[in-house]
């Protein structure tokens, strides 16, 4: 069964740093990026990180220098240091997988995991 569980979230003071993790399970055989986004409340999902190989890593603008994202392939996981926490990125971290087609996989499309929230106090 597809999994994804994201841990790290925290309520923590402006200018503080939180890493949060998310661990993928039941995807044997898949090819698949990972993402990261936020969903701040009463707002639409928004894109925080995509790592599809250690190279190739993208922003969003709101988090350029401050996110870090990394990916550890051998663990399945998926990990976003974030530093200089503003309140503004108060939200739930949510990640997901899009996976590619590969033959060995008998899955296809996104998966989502339930997020973790991450509180900035001023």
């Known amino acids: 069964q597809p999994h994804l569980v994201e841990s790290g979230g925290a309520s923590v003071q402006a200018g503080g740093s939180l890493r949060l993790s998310c661990v993928a399970s039941?995807?044997?055989?898949?090819?698949?990026?990972m993402n990261w986004y936020r969903q701040r409340e009463g707002e639409e999902r928004e894109f925080v990180s995509s790592?599809?190989?250690?190279?190739?890593?993208k922003y969003g603008e709101s988090v350029k220098g401050r996110f870090t994202a990394s990916r550890v392939m051998a663990e399945h996981a998926l990990y976003l240091q974030m530093d200089s926490l503003m309140p503004e990125d108060t939200a739930m971290y949510l990640c997901?997988?899009?996976?590619?087609?590969?033959?060995?996989?008998?899955?296809?499309?996104?998966?989502w995991g339930q997020g973790t929230q991450v509180t900035v106090s001023s």
């Open positions: 790592v599809v190989r250690d190279d190739i890593i």
């Open positions: 997901n997988v899009v996976l590619r087609f590969t033959w060995t996989c008998h899955l296809s499309g996104t998966y």
């Open positions: 039941g995807f044997a055989g898949c090819a698949y990026d």
